[in-house]
């Protein structure tokens, strides 16, 4: 059969996974033997049709069937899924590695990232659901998968959603920068790391009076110039949580960028930009309640920024995951779809980064295992 266009880019995505992804297949078995497919590949192209595509499990199975790709039902595709849960982890572990993320020190603590995202069933009364996950690093691992509704009190993104235990420390954006879900996880033993809002979370000083933060950042004129202060945060209920505020001046470039973003959302909503919420706009203000003697505040950025570092590939995965079929009848195979949904992200990144080096007329001129031969 003649090659498809579709084949040639299968063939070229196969070329961005890790090294030995279908040793892994077997190693956390994901596969034992060859029933339904012929190959590993073939068994990953349908996983990824329905993760990345959002098809049902049935529909999977009939399009993959009359591809020949795989001979399943939806019943064993679905536990096949569930048994895929290691291999495609350590799939999104091999690209983490490779992309050669700095992390650094944590001293003791147990570093999770925490998201969210809506996942909108197919069809005009598709249900709507929100997606609460942690992922544990350096591992990699989802230690916390829960599936809540997308709308009405409690299901909202909030630290409260996820269990903490004792050294738990939580790094996530500024949607969960709320004081009561910081009391939360102070009260079990755990600590946070948010991006602050000035807005939703108003800072105290000892004795209970509001701070305006701008003058203190002012001081932070120099681009990459960082200093932090401490103070309170309190609950709507009353309780308060001592916090230090780490923060850095933004680059030039960085500023003016963020600047035509806020602007441009403005003009959208038809508001008037607040000039605080511009000069705010000049650093990257970080709020954590892990003491100073455990983590620096240039320790604290970093750790933050290794959340910034792999916030494209959850942007992706929010974008991915909006449409799609999620399995709901057990965690493993929950867990194994979140992982195809992050798998694809970052496949995706990885093949943008790729495109910056594709020749003009794209990249199947010619074969490069093959000799160069010159025009007559």
Request: aromatic share 8%.
């Amino acid at each position: 059969m003649a090659t498809t266009l579709a084949d040639e880019n299968w063939k070229f995505l196969l070329k961005l996974l890790p090294a030995g992804w279908e040793g892994l297949a077997k190693e956390t078995g994901a596969v034992k033997r060859l029933r339904g497919f012929d190959s590993v590949e073939q068994l990953l192209r349908g996983l990824l049709l329905h993760v990345a595509l959002g098809c049902s499990l049935r529909e999977t199975a009939v399009v993959a069937k009359a591809a020949g790709w795989l001979e399943m039902s939806d019943v064993a595709l679905l536990k096949k899924l569930r048994q895929s849960e290691r291999w495609l982890q350590a799939l999104c572990l091999g690209l983490l590695r490779e992309a050669e993320l700095d992390l650094p020190s944590k001293s003791g603590l147990r570093m999770r990232l925490i998201d969210g995202t809506i996942v909108k069933e197919p069809g005009q009364t598709g249900s709507q659901w929100r997606v609460h996950f942690s992922l544990c690093v350096p591992g990699w691992t989802c230690d916390h998968f829960r599936l809540t509704g997308s709308e009405g009190e409690g299901n909202g993104e909030s630290l409260r959603q996820f269990p903490v235990r004792a050294n738990d420390c939580l790094i996530a954006d500024r949607g969960y920068a709320h004081a009561t879900g910081i009391w939360h996880v102070d009260q079990k033993g755990g600590f946070v790391i948010v991006r602050h809002n000035a807005q939703t979370l108003p800072v105290e000083a000892e004795d209970g009076q509001g701070v305006d933060l701008r003058p203190w950042l002012r001081r932070l004129a120099r681009p990459g110039q960082a200093d932090s202060c401490t103070g309170y945060v309190r609950t709507r209920a009353g309780q308060r949580v001592r916090v230090r505020l780490c923060a850095v001046r933004k680059s030039e470039e960085a500023i003016a960028a963020t600047e035509r973003k806020l602007r441009r959302r403005a003009q959208r909503k038809g508001e008037q930009l607040n000039p605080e919420t511009l000069e705010y706009a000049r650093w990257i203000i970080v709020l954590t309640t892990v003491p100073a003697e455990v983590l620096t505040e240039k320790l604290v950025l970093e750790w933050y920024r290794v959340r910034w570092q792999v916030e494209l590939a959850f942007k992706r995965l929010k974008s991915l995951a909006g449409l799609g079929h999620l399995p709901k009848s057990d965690a493993a195979s929950s867990r194994a779809w979140l992982y195809g949904k992050l798998l694809v992200a970052l496949l995706t990144e990885r093949m943008q980064r790729y495109a910056g080096a594709f020749s003009p007329w794209g990249t199947r001129w010619f074969d490069q295992d093959a000799p160069f031969e010159p025009l007559a």
